[in-house]
């Protein structure tokens, strides 16, 4: 591989990239709602990876788009958690019979019973 002897040998590939022209707040975007067009633009980008050689956004405390993820402070997003935001929460997983009230009312019912057998 050849070293590139200017910055614009080294930045050449930006012309070429899917989300050249788009507006700098959908590029440099911290949510995903906002990042959404360059993201989709990512998935037929022809230069991805010399957009995240480039960019290296996991050394640079990058936020925004590059080449198909979304980055805040050089960490990748999970988009997956986005899509389970929107889900219906799931309660958690209690037995009908269990929990305070359940032993409570449990309680009452084997004294009742114990009354009852009594009577």
Known sequence: MSVPSSDTERTGWRA???????????????RPADAEPALRACERCPVARQCEETVDPAHTWFDGVSAGRLWHNGRPV??????????PAAGPAVRPDSGRAAGRDAG????????????
């Open 16 to 30: 070429s990239a899917a989300c050249a022209g788009m507006p700098p707040q959908v590029v440099f975007a911290r």
């Open 78 to 87: 999970d988009l997956t958690r986005r899509n389970r935001a929107h889900a």
């Open 108 to 119: 009452r019912d084997s004294a009742s019973a114990g009354c009852r057998r009594a009577a």
